[in-house]
C-alpha cells in the first residue's frame, strides 16, 4: 500500500522523480538555460501583456507563479511556461467581446479567466482527457496559427507607427491603420525599424544570442540618455517594483457564463501547444515521458495559483522552449531558475523599463509571430493533399477573418465533417487471385496474372460498417453485381479491413443477405477479426450468412467457391478448428 501511495505521489508530483536523483553533470546546463529563458522572458512577457491588452507588469506576473508550479508539477522537464503570444490574442479577442467598462475591469476578468483556464485544465487532467489533443489535426494547427500570426502582427503594427486607437476585429483594425497612416510618427517607425533589423542582425550572428534583450536594453539607454524622455515617443511607462501580491478573486456569477467560451478554447488550444512541444522535445531526448493527463493538471495548477497571483493565462512557449533545451536543460531546476530571474527584475529593475519605447516591443513581437507562419506546408499540402489543404484554408480564414476563438472551433468542426465525409466512402477493392499465390490484390492495381472467376465477386471493405457508409456500401455492392452480370453465384467480402459494425450497418447487412439469397447468390465472409466475429454472432446474422459460410483466409472462401459444392466432413471440421484458434487469437 505504501508503495502505491509513493508510486502516486511521484506521479503527481513529477519533480519527486528527478530532484532525489539529481546528478551534478546536469547543473551548467540547467544554471545556462535558465538564465537565458529568464532573460528572454523579460522583454516577451511585457510585449506579450500588450497583446492581451494588459499593461506590461502583468506579462512579468505571468512568468514567475506559473513557471514555478509547473516546475514542480510537469512531466516534461523542458517546457518554459509563461505568457504566450498566441493565447494572449485569444484572451484579448473574448475579453474584447464583453465590453468591459473599466481598466480594472478588464484586467480583474483576466485574471479570473486564468482561474477559470485553469479550473478547466485541472477537470481534464482528472477526467483523463488528455487524448482531446489529438482532434486538433495538423492542418487545423498550421492554419490557425498562420492566422493568429497575421491577426498578431496587424494588432502589433500600431504601436510600430506611433498610433494610439482602439479598433476590435482584424478588418477594423486594418481599416483603422489605413485611415490614420498620414498621422504615422516617423520617429517611432524609425525606432521599430531599426530594433528589427538588429534583433534579425544578431540572431543571424547567433540564434542563441538574447536579441530581444539586447534592443530592451538599447532602447532604454538611447530615450534615458540621447531623447531626454521625447514626448513625441510612447513609452511603457511606470511599472510597479515589487513581486505580485496574493489577490482574491472577486466576480459575480454573470462572469462565469461570459468568461467560459473563452476560456474553454484557451484551455483546449493551450493544452495542445504544450503537448505538441513536449512530445517534440521527448522524442529528441529520449529521457523521460511525458503524461498528457498530468500536463493538464500541471498547466491547469500553474494557471490557478498564478491567476491569485495576478498572473493571466500561461502556456508553454515554442521559442522560450527551444532555447531551453538548446541551452542544456535536462530537468525543471532550468525553469525554476528562469522564475529567480523575472523575479530578481520584479524587485530591482523595474524603475528602468518606463523608458522603454512601445515600438520596441512592437518590434519584438513582430519579429517572434513572424516565424509561426508556415509556407512551407500549405505548400506540400496543396501538390499531395487537396482535401487537407482545403481544411488548412478554411481554418486560416475563419480565424482571419472571424475570430480568434471561432476560428479554432471551426477548424475543428471541418476537420471532423472532413474525418466523417471520409469514412462515409471509404476504399473499396474488388480483388482477384495472383496466380500461383494465395494472395489476393485489387484487380485495378494488379492487372497481371490476376485470376478471377466469372461466378465468383470478391470485395474488400476497408473501414468500419456505421450508418453513414452503410448505403455506399449497398450502392458499390450492387455495382459490382450488376458488372458481373446474371453468371454471379458467389460474393466473398474480405473482411480483414472492418473493424467495427454498428447496429444500423447489421440490420442493412441482414437485408442485403436476403435480396442475394433471393437473386440466387450466396454471401461468404473471410479474414473477420474477434470483435466481428463477436457482433455477427451476438445479431443473428452469422445464423443467417450461415456458420459454414465463414472462412479464416480468403482463399479457402475461393476454393470452395470454385469447387461450387459442399465442404467434405474433413474440410469443415479443418475450417471450424481454424476458426476457434482464430477466435481465441
Not at 496587424?154 to 504601436?159: D, E, F, G, M, N
Not at 456500401?473 to 480483414?496: C, M, P, Q, S, Y
Request: aromatic share 10%; net charge positive; proline share 3%.
Amino acid at each position: 500500500m505504501r508503495i502505491t501511495f509513493v508510486a502516486m505521489l511521484r506521479n503527481f508530483f513529477p519533480i519527486l522523480q528527478w530532484l532525489p536523483g539529481y546528478e551534478k553533470k546536469h547543473l551548467s546546463g540547467d544554471i545556462a538555460a535558465g538564465i537565458t529563458v529568464g532573460i528572454m522572458l523579460i522583454p516577451q512577457g511585457m510585449a506579450y501583456a500588450l497583446i492581451a491588452g494588459l499593461p506590461p507588469v502583468y506579462g512579468l506576473y505571468a512568468a514567475l507563479a506559473p513557471n514555478l508550479v509547473y516546475a514542480i508539477l510537469g512531466s516534461s522537464r523542458k517546457l518554459a511556461v509563461g505568457p504566450v503570444a498566441l493565447d494572449s490574442l485569444i484572451l484579448a479577442s473574448g475579453l474584447a467581446v464583453m465590453q468591459l467598462t473599466s481598466v480594472e475591469a478588464y484586467i480583474g476578468m483576466a485574471l479570473f479567466m486564468a482561474l477559470l483556464v485553469g479550473i478547466l485544465q485541472l477537470t481534464m487532467g482528472f477526467l483523463k482527457m488528455g487524448f482531446l489533443a489529438n482532434f486538433l489535426s495538423r492542418p487545423v494547427v498550421s492554419g490557425f496559427t498562420s492566422a493568429a500570426a497575421l491577426v498578431i502582427a496587424i494588432s502589433q503594427l500600431k504601436y510600430l507607427l506611433g498610433l494610439n486607437f482602439e479598433a476590435t476585429g482584424t478588418l477594423s483594425t486594418v481599416k483603422t491603420l489605413w485611415e490614420n497612416i498620414s498621422t504615422t510618427n516617423f520617429l517611432e517607425l524609425s525606432i521599430g525599424g531599426v530594433a528589427i533589423l538588429i534583433i534579425l542582425l544578431l540572431k543571424r550572428i547567433h540564434k542563441k544570442l538574447p536579441a530581444a534583450m539586447v534592443v530592451v536594453i538599447l532602447g532604454i539607454i538611447g530615450v534615458y540618455f540621447f531623447s531626454n524622455q521625447n514626448t513625441d515617443v510612447a513609452l511603457i511607462g511606470h511599472i510597479p517594483k515589487g513581486l505580485p501580491a496574493f489577490t482574491l478573486h472577486t466576480f459575480h456569477a454573470t462572469q462565469w457564463g461570459m468568461a467560459f467560451p473563452t476560456a474553454l478554447v484557451l484551455a483546449f488550444v493551450a493544452f495542445a501547444e504544450a503537448m505538441t512541444m513536449a512530445k517534440a522535445v521527448e522524442e529528441k531526448s529520449n529521457e523521460y515521458h511525458t503524461d498528457a493527463n498530468q500536463e493538464l493538471r500541471a498547466l491547469g495548477l500553474a494557471n490557478i495559483i498564478g491567476s491569485f497571483f495576478q498572473s493571466y493565462p500561461a502556456n508553454a512557449g515554442f521559442s522560450r522552449t527551444a532555447v531551453n533545451v538548446g541551452e542544456g536543460a535536462k530537468t525543471g531546476l532550468a525553469s525554476l531558475i528562469s522564475a529567480i530571474v523575472v523575479g530578481l527584475t520584479l524587485l530591482f529593475l523595474t524603475p528602468y523599463f518606463r523608458f522603454l519605447p512601445n515600438a520596441i516591443l512592437g518590434a519584438i513581437i513582430l519579429v517572434a509571430v513572424f516565424g509561426l507562419v508556415d509556407l512551407k506546408y500549405p505548400k506540400v499540402l496543396y501538390q499531395r493533399r487537396k482535401d487537407e489543404f482545403t481544411l488548412l484554408v478554411l481554418t486560416f480564414f475563419a480565424t482571419l477573418l472571424i475570430g480568434i476563438s471561432e476560428g479554432i472551433i471551426f477548424g475543428i468542426l471541418f476537420s471532423l465533417l472532413l474525418l466523417v465525409y471520409r469514412t462515409s466512402k471509404p476504399h473499396i477493392a474488388v480483388l482477384g487471385r495472383i496466380q500461383g499465390t494465395d494472395y489476393f490484390k485489387n484487380v485495378n492495381r494488379f492487372s497481371d496474372d490476376i485470376e478471377t472467376v466469372k461466378d465468383i465477386l470478391v470485395l474488400r471493405f476497408d473501414g468500419q460498417l456505421y450508418f453513414a457508409n452503410i448505403d455506399y456500401f449497398k450502392r458499390e455492392l450492387n455495382k459490382n453485381i450488376n458488372t458481373k452480370g446474371d453468371a454471379l453465384r458467389h460474393i466473398i467480402v474480405n473482411a480483414e479491413a472492418i473493424n467495427y459494425m454498428d447496429s444500423t450497418a447489421v440490420s442493412k447487412l441482414k437485408q442485403i443477405v436476403e435480396d442475394l439469397r433471393e437473386q440466387g447468390i450466396a454471401l461468404y465472409i473471410s479474414g473477420a477479426i474477434g470483435p466481428i466475429r463477436d457482433i455477427l454472432h451476438q445479431s443473428g446474422l452469422a445464423d443467417l450468412v450461415g456458420r459454414d459460410n465463414f472462412f479464416v483466409r480468403t482463399v479457402e472462401a475461393f476454393e470452395y467457391c470454385k469447387n461450387k459444392g459442399p465442404h467434405t466432413a474433413i474440410q469443415r471440421k479443418i475450417s471450424q478448428e481454424t476458426q476457434k484458434r482464430s477466435s481465441v487469437t
